[in-house]
């Protein structure tokens, strides 16, 4: 089994970084540039791989691989399906750096700003551009498993309570102090989207992801909930990196894959484990990175 919370994933550096320290990010930044070259980390989109979504790593053409136990104050990421690797490369003729492996607060305390920190140094190498991929649970009726959703708007709900990467002292460089996410999922990226998808003959939905805390999956009455409150789709992550992309004027283009549907009734609720998670993923790991890879493609910077 991989990124199984083993002690020999420990990190091979010894260098202390604060995730909220600008200095630090450099540092970390540095230690890429210097490890990989300084013209191979120089990235022009940023690619982020949901559970299961790692194959979109693998078509990374000319890649170089960087395992996050060299990279400075990067945690090793324990969730299977996660492999732990930043990978520099081209995909549709662009520089990509590519995430196979995210950090989720409910492996870190609930460390937001530790689980950003990628996203801080993916802007430090010099991305405009990040793509962001999941795998959620659906909870709109029309959802079914393997279907791909763009996500038009999320429902941060760590950071209403508190959890945001942007609690604390904010150095100005790393931007504004109140961040208006009100145009997070950038509407241009996402009508490429929608016209790749359509000259592919995909189905495509767009909706509004939903962030929990978990790492438990969710009740069927919090599932009612959310559904209440008009969320389509839910998982643990992707809201807390968009948050720290905007704030850095990074622009975003999300979806996430359907991997299982979220229970809306507890007479009829069925069991959610990460195996079926991981397996949905698996079958669409291809459609998914070559949707991906299509979009790359057609993007102008
Ligand atoms: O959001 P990604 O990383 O795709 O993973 C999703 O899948 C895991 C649960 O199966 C959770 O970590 C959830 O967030
Ligand atoms: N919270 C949450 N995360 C998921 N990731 C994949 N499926 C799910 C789900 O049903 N709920």
Redesign the pocket.
């Known amino acids: 089994m991989e990124n199984n919370n083993s002690p020999t994933q420990a990190a091979e550096h010894d260098q202390k970084i604060d995730p909220r320290n600008y200095d630090d990010i450099l540092a970390v930044v540095a230690s890429i540039k210097e490890q990989v070259g300084e013209e191979t980390a120089r990235s022009d989109i940023g690619i982020i791989c949901?559970?299961?979504?790692g194959p979109i790593g693998d078509t990374v053409q000319e890649p170089t691989i960087l395992p996050y136990s060299k990279i400075p104050g990067f945690p090793t990421t324990h969730?299977v399906?996660?492999k732990g690797n930043m990978i520099f490369g081209k995909l549709g003729g662009k520089k990509v750096v590519c995430l196979q492996g995210?950090f989720?607060p409910?492996e870190h305390n609930m460390d937001l700003a530790l689980c950003t920190l990628p996203v801080r140094v993916m802007h430090q190498l010099g991305i405009k551009i990040m793509i962001v991929?999941?795998?959620?649970g659906g909870i709109n009726a029309v959802l079914r498993h393997g279907d791909l959703m763009l996500i038009k708007d999320h429902i941060f709900l760590p950071a209403l309570a508190g959890f945001s990467p942007l609690v604390g002292c904010n150095d100005p460089r790393f931007g504004a102090r109140f961040v208006s996410v009100h145009d997070a999922y950038d509407k241009q990226l996402r009508n490429l989207a929608i016209e790749v998808g359509r000259r592919s003959n995909m189905t495509l939905y767009e909706g509004v992801y939903v962030m929990s805390g978990?790492?438990q999956?969710e009740s069927p009455a919090e599932v009612s909930l959310f559904k209440t409150v008009g969320a389509d789709a839910l998982?643990?992550?992707?809201c807390h990196e968009v948050t720290v992309a905007r704030q850095c004027g990074i622009k975003v283009l999300g979806f996430s894959l359907i991997?299982n549907i979220a229970n809306l009734d507890a007479d009829q609720s069925v069991e959610v484990s990460?195996e079926e998670?991981?397996d949905i993923?698996k079958q669409a790991g291809e459609r998914a990175s070559s949707f991906v890879s299509d979009i790359v493609q057609e993007l102008s910077l």
């Open positions: 949901g559970s299961g979504l969730v399906g996660h995210r989720h409910y991929s999941n795998a959620a978990g790492p999956y998982g643990m992550s992707t991997t990460h998670v991981m993923a």
